[in-house]
């Protein structure tokens, strides 16, 4: 819920503050939880995030899920 919550605030703030880039590293993990590979993405900013879809018929625990997009003007590997 932390990472949602972070990635609709960006977007709220880039509404009402005007655009808002960082810039983002990707971190691509071995099976065994090692860093491979590193993409370092520049002047990143969220387009969409899906909504969060709650269930009170859940017997279970469900983890939330969540998917973002992001436009950036370039990536380059490390």
């Known amino acids: 819920m932390e990472n949602y919550l972070e990635i609709y605030n960006w977007l709220h703030d880039i ?3 005007g655009e ?3 810039d983002g ?3 691509i993990l071995s099976s065994h939880n090692n860093t491979t ?3 370092l993405f520049r002047d990143l900013f969220p387009t969409t ?3 969060l ?3 009170t018929q859940q017997t279970e625990i469900e983890y939330l899920q969540a998917t973002a997009s992001f436009k950036y003007t370039y990536f380059e590997f490390k």
């Open 15 to 17: 509404v009402s503050l």
């Open 37 to 39: 590979k590193e993409i």
């Open 20 to 22: 808002s880039k960082i």
């Open 49 to 51: 995030l899906s909504a």
């Open 25 to 27: 590293t990707l971190l």
């Open 53 to 55: 879809e709650f269930s």
